[in-house]
């Protein structure tokens, strides 16, 4: 079935909205980028262009007849949710910067009648209180119609507007949070300032002002454009919604605990003159837009709480609030972000964010005055990037299962527009963490697109000196140099198992360009001198603020180390897409470095390598960069990794870098092992987490963010460690099946491919290996080594 075929059939099912099953790109977008185009961004008259606002905006447009095609370009600043005719059909635009504004393509037929019909659009700009990720420049609205026959629908003077009253922002700060917090603000609407049913065909507009233009659109190709919009097509697809209920009430104060509420749509009474107060669970985190219908209760204040988990009460001379277990409530207190909507005693009003909430926990707090309130409904609507499971695994273990489980929920809710740290603290698109996250994506749904817009994003972040940005879209710069060198490993990642040589060719510049501000810094023997901004490595006690350690020349084994692997990645990048003058000269310098990495940080008596040339300080770390970067090999590598493990003084690494230990101990032949490791993560499971944190909590020290993706690599290992699959050529037109069962008996599953997927099954006696049209292979099991065709492969065992 054709994808477009797919996504209509998955909306008229109800289970995507139909806008997300249509195109998203007319054939001609990209002509847009080269174009002056004939709409014109407009706003508010009375708006400010850079402080808080929340905007309506209605055209009215007449069709002779319904159309059989209504193809517009959509786009807002910072963001908008476009209605046609009562229906909300689209939202965004997707996050990107000035220089790469994304516009959404929509086709409005399936919406338009013949007659008199509304198009509206609810914008809004959260001014300095903004989410960190979200760039912006002021507050703007734009639609074009695609070809003549839409233009009529062309933002300009003839749209109408009217500045809300009804919304202000609730503020909070890190220290509320309890951690780094910059994901906007929460929502307070006050419902007799609301103009109810304003996105409506009948609603009357006749007292709104004209909207005021700002300027003409251009694509970012334009020649003289006057905007700083600098229009681009969105190259994802609509986020996936799907409807969910909470799962049932904890605890309730004020009122008696409701029978079906919130599992089923049950009434709540809530007398006047009462606060109540109720604590739902959903049972698992999510990231959602709850939608609370409300009737009656004039002037009632209610408020909305979400909550990844409770916390315990603080403990005398503690610095951090301890969370436990997470299933427990009991005796713990409600601390996170809100909404809060003041009632205005009408009939089914209906409250939904403007942007979606990340919880499993949500505290409705309700308080009323002179009117009794009826809580109608309360019931949310997951959203997320549409990434569909394909791979399978299936060993016998319900632990293991149910592992996989929890690193799929945790992928999933830290992926939208973009890949994301974490969805309830900071939503921003870090490079370390993507790296893991990209490959959890390709091998649970090979699905390469967001993969690529994350690439596609961070080299849109490059500085005139060559560094990418830490994290990106984001309007505050943050520089962590290690993070430009895991970039051009997350290309040669997309390289690797995407088919895509276009796109990398295109993305070589920009390797080219990181690589040459870390030349500059490259002392004559190769080794780097102190580099600038945070020397982030990974989150370990003894090291401050995450920083690798160094010496005052700037001599650190870990940084040495993953330039060494940069230069290789790119020498053989360069070898297949670019030039191979460059192939030369990165394989030279990668030679240099090894060379010189044995000879600072290799210590003969301990039998490792220490974090720096002094000799002083060892770590995990750098013992397993060192095998990833070939400095050790072979058995050396292997005898390397063992004695790493078991060394005492060693700084052990975090969930984010053990990943990339279990990849060198899976290289030098200890794939066996892999299970046995995955101790922390059972741990969580077991700790009432229904996502992996972003560190393991620690007495006095719990995880600040209960889901953060670096920590979901187990969705990439047990399917290439563990059932073996892995690509072994570009683009994963070649495949490698290498199994390591460790104790497990029998496994079977499968991995998505780019030609389809890969089935393994491994029993005591035989392999059975299938492989896509057109694609070979090789496999390997202890001492048997055969060569794989496409189709059904056998192979004895015994």
């Not at 770590?619 to 005492?648: C, F, I």
Request: aromatic letters at 12%; one cysteine or more.
């Amino acid at each position: 079935m054709p994808d477009s075929t797919r996504r209509r059939f998955l909306a008229q099912a109800g289970i995507l909205p139909l806008a997300a099953a249509l195109p998203l790109r007319s054939q001609d977008a990209n002509d847009r980028v080269h174009e002056i185009w004939s709409a014109r961004w407009i706003t508010a008259p009375e708006a400010h262009p850079t402080e808080y606002g929340v905007y309506h905006f209605r055209h009215t447009l007449d069709l002779p007849a319904k159309p059989a095609r209504f193809l517009v370009h959509v786009s807002a600043d910072n963001r908008y949710q476009f209605f046609v005719n009562g229906r909300r059909v689209a939202w965004g635009p997707a996050r990107g910067d000035l220089f790469h504004w994304r516009f959404e393509s929509i086709d409005l037929a399936p919406y338009l009648e013949a007659g008199h019909n509304t198009l509206a659009a609810l914008v809004w700009n959260f001014g300095e209180l903004a989410p960190e990720a979200q760039v912006t420049l002021q507050t703007g609205f734009l639609l074009q119609g695609d070809t003549a026959d839409e233009r009529a629908a062309d933002t300009g003077a003839s749209w109408k507007c009217l500045r809300s009253t009804a919304y202000s922002p609730l503020v909070f700060t890190s220290g509320q949070m309890h951690g780094y917090y910059v994901a906007g603000p929460g929502d307070r609407i006050e419902a007799a300032h609301h103009p109810w049913g304003w996105e409506t065909r009948d609603f009357d507009d006749s007292k709104w002002t004209a909207a005021a233009v700002i300027e003409p659109a251009a694509g970012r190709e334009a020649q003289d454009a006057h905007s700083r919009w600098m229009l681009v097509p969105r190259t994802i697809p609509a986020m996936e919604e799907k409807p969910e209920r909470l799962r049932e009430v904890r605890r309730a104060t004020g009122i008696p605990v409701p029978r079906l509420f919130p599992a089923r749509p049950e009434p709540l009474a809530i007398p006047a003159h009462t606060h109540a107060v109720l604590l739902l669970d959903q049972s698992y985190l999510t990231t959602a837009y709850p939608e609370l219908t409300i009737s009656e209760g004039k002037d009632a204040v209610v408020k909305l709480r979400y909550a990844e988990t409770l916390f315990e009460p603080r403990k005398p001379g503690a610095r951090a609030l301890e969370k436990g277990n997470r299933n427990q409530v009991e005796g713990k207190e409600f601390l996170g972000n809100n909404d809060e909507f003041v009632a205005d005693g009408g009939a089914r009003r209906a409250f939904r964010p403007l942007w979606w909430r990340t919880y499993r926990y949500i505290e409705l707090d309700i308080e009323t005055k002179d009117q009794p309130l009826r809580v109608d409904d309360l019931r949310a609507t997951y959203v997320g990037f549409p990434f569909e499971r394909r791979a399978t695994f299936d060993a016998g273990s319900p632990e293991l299962a149910r592992l996989l489980d929890v690193g799929w929920r945790t992928a999933r809710l830290c992926a939208h527009e973009t890949y994301m740290d974490c969805p309830y603290y900071e939503q921003l698109q870090y490079v370390g963490d993507t790296r893991v996250q990209c490959l959890v994506s390709l091998f649970n749904s090979g699905d390469g697109r967001l993969m690529r817009n994350a690439i596609d994003l961070i080299n849109d972040s490059r500085h005139s000196e060559g560094c990418t940005m830490s994290r990106y879209p984001t309007r505050l710069e943050q520089y962590i140099p290690g993070f430009s060198l895991w970039w051009i490993g997350m290309l040669h990642d997309y390289w690797w198992y995407v088919d895509d040589p276009e796109f990398v060719r295109r993305m070589l510049p920009g390797v080219r360009a990181v690589l040459s501000f870390f030349a500059g810094y490259q002392k004559a023997n190769g080794s780097l001198a102190s580099l600038p901004w945070w020397r982030y490595f990974d989150w370990v006690p003894s090291w401050p603020s995450g920083n690798a350690p160094q010496e005052s020349d700037g001599s650190a084994a870990l940084f040495d180390l993953l330039l060494l692997m940069a230069y290789r990645w790119a020498g053989e990048l360069e070898t297949a897409h670019g030039l191979r003058a460059m192939a030369d000269t990165y394989r030279e310098r990668e030679r240099q470095l090894r060379t010189t990495a044995q000879q600072l940080y290799w210590d003969p008596g301990r039998k490792l390598y220490s974090d720096t040339p002094k000799k002083e300080q060892f770590s995990l770390h750098t013992n397993t960069m060192a095998v990833l970067a070939d400095v050790a090999t072979g058995a050396d590598a292997h005898d390397l990794m063992q004695r790493a493990l078991s060394a005492e003084g060693l700084a052990q690494p975090g969930l984010f870098f053990l990943f990339y230990v279990h990849t060198a101990l899976a290289k030098v032949g200890e794939g066996d092992h892999y299970l046995e490791r995955l101790g922390d993560w059972h741990a969580m499971i077991e700790r009432g987490l229904t996502t992996f944190a972003e560190v393991v909590d620690r007495p006095g020290s719990p995880s600040r963010s209960d889901c953060h993706a670096w920590s979901a690599s187990p969705n990439i290992e047990i399917f290439r460690t563990v059932l073996g699959v892995d690509s072994a050529a570009p683009g994963f037109n070649r495949v490698s099946i290498r199994p390591h069962l460790g104790t497990l008996k029998s496994v079977s599953g499968s991995a998505p491919h780019p030609k389809g997927k890969v089935d393994v099954r491994i029993e005591a006696s035989a392999a059975t290996v299938t492989l896509p049209e057109g694609i070979t292979g090789e496999f390997e099991w202890k001492s048997i080594r055969r060569e794989l065709t496409p189709g059904v492969n056998r192979i004895p065992l015994a």
